[in-house]
């Protein structure tokens, strides 16, 4: 009752105000569930290499049990993620390589990296920008004024190695986070298919064996021969 009296006390503009940041929601939401469900999505794709990598073990019954399909399927799993991975780390050792390098000439003072990364970053003045919307709510008012801008030293050698480290580094790590993801979804794979596929399972226990009683295993008899000689 007090949230409907809340409701009919607001002005035309507040209630404007109100239905916006709703529709903004919903739409986040829906962004925020289409984004999981394309990362589950590639998760399944790249997990898909348990099957492919498995299947024609297991239709050679090479495989005995759950636990030596989790063993081979881990280790082929190990394997991929090696060959993956070597991309990002190498990457990150150059970029280690090229800034050791640097110091060993210039001196082993790292300060010029913090001072060129300062200069990168967007500075703003939010004082005075921002506002209470149905008064409880804050937002901006008006955009908050740029105080500083980003800039980049090109003829500077020091700038350089810093960018260099600097774009080796975040490469690297958003790589490598990658294929361990799919390194993780992979054994999650490896996992699941190994308890599906070794499970006791009572019924189909029974329709195997109900298949095996009714399929005829006896050798044909000399009669049998004789009968079927004579009809074809």
């Not at 503009?13 to 940041?21: E, G, Y």
Request: positive net charge; hydrophobic residues 50%.
């Amino acid at each position: 009752m007090n949230s409907i009296y809340f409701l009919i006390k607001l002005s035309e503009s507040d209630k404007r105000v109100l239905i916006a940041l709703c529709l903004v929601l919903i739409i986040l939401l829906v962004l925020f569930g289409y984004l999981v469900k394309l990362i589950k999505y590639i998760l399944s794709k790249k997990a898909d290499y348990v099957d492919n990598s498995m299947y024609d073990l297991l239709d050679a019954n090479v495989i005995i049990d759950k636990k030596h399909f989790r063993k081979v399927s881990w280790e082929k799993n190990r394997r991929k993620f090696y060959f993956e991975s070597r991309i990002p780390v190498f990457f990150l050792i150059l970029s280690l390589f090229v800034l050791l390098l640097y110091l060993c000439v210039a001196g082993f003072d790292v300060s010029f990296i913090k001072k060129y990364n300062s200069k990168l970053l967007f500075k703003l003045d939010w004082s005075n920008c921002g506002e209470l919307l149905l008064g409880f709510i804050p937002a901006l008012a008006r955009w908050p004024k740029i105080i500083q801008s980003p800039v980049f030293y090109f003829n500077r050698i020091d700038a350089w190695i810093t960018y260099i480290f600097d774009i080796g580094i975040i490469y690297s790590s958003i790589h490598f986070i990658i294929c361990s993801t799919f390194f993780l979804a992979r054994n999650i794979r490896s996992i699941s298919v190994s308890n599906s596929y070794f499970k006791k399972d009572l019924n189909a226990l029974k329709e195997a064996k109900m298949k095996a009683k009714s399929t005829h295993i006896k050798e044909p008899s000399d009669e049998m021969k004789k009968m079927i000689k004579e009809e074809s």
